[in-house]
Every structure is written in C-alpha cells, then in structure tokens.
C-alpha cells in the first residue's frame, strides 16, 4: 500500500511537469538553486575540522536548530499537508493510519527538500571525522535528525489544518491562535535558555543541545568532548521528541478522517453600505483592489500567509540577541518586503472559475495588475515600515533607517513587478474557497515552492540598484547615501512596478480565456 501511494504521488508528479513546461523549469532551477546551497553547507562543515570543539559543537547545533525549525514553521507559510496524499481525499478508502503516516513521510524524504536535508544532516559527520566515534554518531543522528524535520512539518501542518477547518467565522481566531503559537516557540526559547545578553556563543548551544529542537544535533559533539553521558541523555530527548510527534500527528489525521469539509459560508452587508467600495477609486482597478482587500479580510487562504509579518521579525531579533549578530536585525524589513509578494504568486488561482467574470466584463489585464498590487500594497506599506522602525528601535540604530527603508521599499515594489507578471502565466491548484486552508490540490506544492524560488530571484535581480546602495549605506552608517538609496529604492521600484503591471496586463489580455481554461482542468 505505500508503495503504491508513493507511486500515486510521483506519478502525479511526473504528468503536472509534462503539462508545464514553465513549471518543469522552475524545478529545474529550484533544484539547481538547491544543490549550490547544499554543496556550500556540505564544504563548510568539511571546513569546520579545523576549529575547536566548542565551535564545531556551536555551528553543528545552532545550524541544526535553524533547520528544524525551518520545517516546522514553513507549513504555517506555505502549503501545508502534501496535497497527492491528503488525508481527507483518502478517507474514503481501507488505508490504516499508520500506513498513511509511512507513506507521508517517505515522500518528505524522497523530494528535493528532504533530499537536501538529509545529505546535509548525514554531512555533518564532516566536523567530527577526527573523532570517528563522533562521526559515525553523526551520520546516524543525521537520519534521525532529517525524520524529526519531516515529522515535525507534518505534525504542524495537520494540526493547523485541522485548527483551521472551520467555517469563515472561526477561520480569524484560528490564524491568529496559529500566529501566537508559532511566536511561543522562539519566545519559550529565549526563556528556557535564560543566559544573559552577553553570554558566549557556544553556551548558547550547550542549552540548546538538551531542547527538543536541538537534542539530536548535540550528541555527537558531546562524544567528541567525552561526554558520554550527556550524549545519552540528548539522544533520549530527541527519540522522546520524535515519538511525541508520532503521536500527535496520528491523534491529529485520525480528527482529520472525520472531517469532510465545508461550505464558504456568506456575509451580507444592507443597502447601502459597501465597506471598502465605498472609499476605493470608481475605476475598475479600484473595484478590483476593493475586492482583493475583502479577500485578505476574509478568505483564510490569504490571510495564512500573513503570520509572517511579526513572526519574521520576532525570529530575528531573538536570533540576533542569541547569536550576538546585530546585523541579522537589519534583514527582518527586507525579508517581510521580499515574502509579502510572493502572497500573490497564485492569486488569479484564488479566484477559481470566478475569474470568468473579469474576462466577460472585459477588464484590461492592465486594471487587473494594478489593481492587485494596490491592495497590497495599502498593508505592505505600513507593514515594512512598522517592521523596520520596530526592528532598528531594538538597536538604537535610526541613522540606518533610511537606508533599510530604502533596500525594504525597493525590494517590495520590484517583488511586486515581478509577481505582476508571473501570476499571470502560472496556475497554482489551490484548496478552494471555504475549504481548509492548509491543504492543497495535486501539483500545488511543487509548483508553489520552486516556482517562489524563481521569482524570488528574479526580483532580486530587479532590485540590485537599491540593494547595492543601500547595503553600501548601512556599511558605511552614511545617512546621506541612505537617504539616497531610498530615493532610488522609490523610483526604480515604482519604474519595474509600472513596467511589471503592463506586461502582466498584456500577458492577461492575450491568454486569459486560456488561463481560466487551465483553472477549470486543475479544479481551482
């Protein structure tokens, strides 16, 4: 039975990549991308023999903590549950749990993420290979390692699902519950290790290395310190770990089987009133930005995607403190900037076969563009401003404001340009309107995760002017070039955005009708 599951998945796989050739290139680059970061971290672990024990030990757990965390949080960001074998599609037929949960979890490990994770984690059996002890223990909690990240992103994303498969009325509480407890982790950190602000950076590890989050990564370092007693105990917390997960995650796809969906559920508003319509421009990319601020309001398949706005900060400003790397501080604007845009990479498939009436109406793609990005920007705006001014107030730091200002701004608008352009060629199979949020059609995972790689390169690409300016600003603590990047930052940022909204616009107009065509293929 998992055999056939798996098959089922990359089957599935296979025939999404042959329908698209802009999504098979966007594998493609993906896994280049990958394989160049991957081949990066591998040569630096190789080149951690040469330091002391308790740097190794330091980089190895704090490296391994990141990573953990990572899988756990992206679901809470990107598509949850894998969408070939989501549990609810299978409940109709005689597939045990346990089965269910094998399966899962070895297409974690056989896809290019798990892939990566696990040579990485098996890797660093590099650091340790003077101690070959420690290195063996290495390879062998590099597996265990790589199955707590896999188990533990989908432990999350059934259990947020589940948080989340509610009628519109409940879909608010429950994001923001999600928000809260994804902020309780870095914060529950920050107080279970309880070192002062100056504390050297391999103590930090050295707590660490006894957290749920952290155990697995420790053991080995431990041996190598000659420490086998220590060892024993973080291996014990992290099996621990690994079968608390086990038995959330089975608890949470058993509530899951009894689950069968649910409607959209309705709002009305009386005569007379039209809430955001009532102050948006009377211009079709006016009405168009009302309609898709309504969709942020109330549509928990976009707001999801804005958990990120304080969490990104929070992580980095908590990492920084623990850490004693400042300069982590400057990146929390310009990464909600650069994440913010990519909430529109499947918009038009958010709008399903309601996109028919954008085409009978005869609305320029143009307006369609505009429109869009808008909407988004009336909260990305204050957002990266609130994030930024919040971030540099924790340094004192309000001579760099202009200039992170000015990297944030530019970096929003040419993400915008690009995404303008993109979401209008790629259709993403997403949950449909109503349904739970955090689970997916087949195809959407791949298609939304190394097609965000793409663009997200792209748009960096637009952005290097202001990038390159306001880098040099912060460098320097020059305010008149920071002033002078932000400047650059407005200008060629708004330059891409107008230049991005009209090729959109002109790739809607020539392929609309081929566009909802596709939409109605993949179910959206």
């Known amino acids: 039975m998992v055999a056939a599951l798996l098959s089922l998945r990359f089957r599935v796989l296979a025939n999404t990549l042959r329908r698209s050739t802009l999504q098979l290139l966007a594998v493609i680059f993906g896994a280049l991308q990958t394989l160049v970061i991957l081949v990066i971290v591998i040569a630096g672990l190789a080149v951690l023999v040469i330091y002391p024990q308790p740097v190794q030990q330091a980089t190895v757990v704090i490296g391994g903590v990141a990573l953990t965390l990572g899988w756990f949080l992206i679901p809470l960001i990107a598509t949850g549950i894998e969408p070939t074998l989501d549990p609810l599609k ?3 037929f005689p597939i045990s749990t346990g089965r269910l949960m094998t399966a899962m979890t070895l297409v974690g490990a056989t896809w290019i993420p798990g892939i990566a994770t696990l040579l990485v984690s098996i890797g660093t059996a590099l650091t ?18 790589t199955l707590i990240c896999i188990v533990g992103s989908r432990m999350t994303a059934s259990l947020t699902a589940n948080l989340l498969a509610r009628r519109r009325g409940r879909d608010r509480a429950a994001a923001l519950l999600v928000a809260l407890l994804v902020l309780l982790g870095p914060v529950g950190l920050a107080l279970a290790i309880g070192v002062p602000s100056d504390a050297p950076f391999p103590a930090t590890a050295e707590v660490l290395a006894f957290t749920p989050f952290g155990a697995i990564w ?18 014990a917390i992290a099996l621990a770990t690994l ?12 509530a899951t089987f009894r689950f069968r969906g649910g409607g ?38 976009f707001a999801r995607q804005l958990v990120l706005v304080p969490l990104m900060p929070a992580l980095l400003i908590l990492l920084a403190s623990l850490v004693h790397a400042d ?22 498939s958010y709008d399903g076969t309601a996109y028919a009436l954008h085409l009978s109406s ?19 705006l204050p957002s990266v401003v609130v994030v930024a001014v919040a971030s540099l107030a924790s340094l004192g730091a309000w001579a760099d404001l202009p200039g992170v200002f000015g990297i944030s701004i530019g970096v929003l608008l040419s993400g915008l340009a ?42 960096l690409a637009l952005a290097l002017p202001e990038l390159a300016l306001g880098i040099a600003a912060l460098a320097l603590h020059s305010v008149p070039l920071g002033w002078f990047s932000l400047s650059i930052g407005i200008l060629w940022g708004a330059g891409s955005l107008v230049l991005g909204v009209r090729i959109g616009g002109r790739i809607l107009d020539r392929s609309g009708p081929a566009l909802l065509a596709r939409m109605r293929r993949t179910g959206g």
């Open 327 to 348: 300069w982590l501080v400057y990146l929390a604007a310009p990464i909600v900037a650069g994440l913010l845009p990519l909430t529109l990479f499947a918009v038009i």
């Open 128 to 145: 340790w290979r003077q101690t070959p002890g420690a290195a063996w223990a290495a390879a062998g909690c590099g597996v265990i390692g």
């Open 418 to 459: 690009v995404v303008s352009v993109s979401s209008a060629s790629i259709v993403v199979p997403v949950a449909r309107s109503g349904r739970n949020p955090f689970t997916a059609q087949a195809g959407s995972g791949m298609t939304s995760i190394v097609g965000s790689y793409a663009v997200t390169g792209v748009a």
């Open 243 to 254: 079968v608390l997960m086990l038995v959330i995650w089975r608890a949470s796809l058993i």
């Open 90 to 92: 299978l409940s109709a």
């Open 264 to 301: 959209a559920g309705g709002r009305q508003h009386g005569a007379g009133r039209l809430g955001v319509f009532r102050w948006a421009p009377s211009t079709p990319a006016g009405a168009i930005g009302a309609r898709s601020l309504i969709y942020w309001g109330r549509d928990a398949r």
């Open 362 to 380: 005869g609305v320029r793609g143009a307006d369609d563009r505009a429109g869009r990005a808008g909407a988004l920007l009336v909260f990305a």
């Open 218 to 235: 420790g053991v080995p370092g431990q041996l190598a310190a000659g420490h086998p007693a220590a060892a024993l105990l973080s291996l």
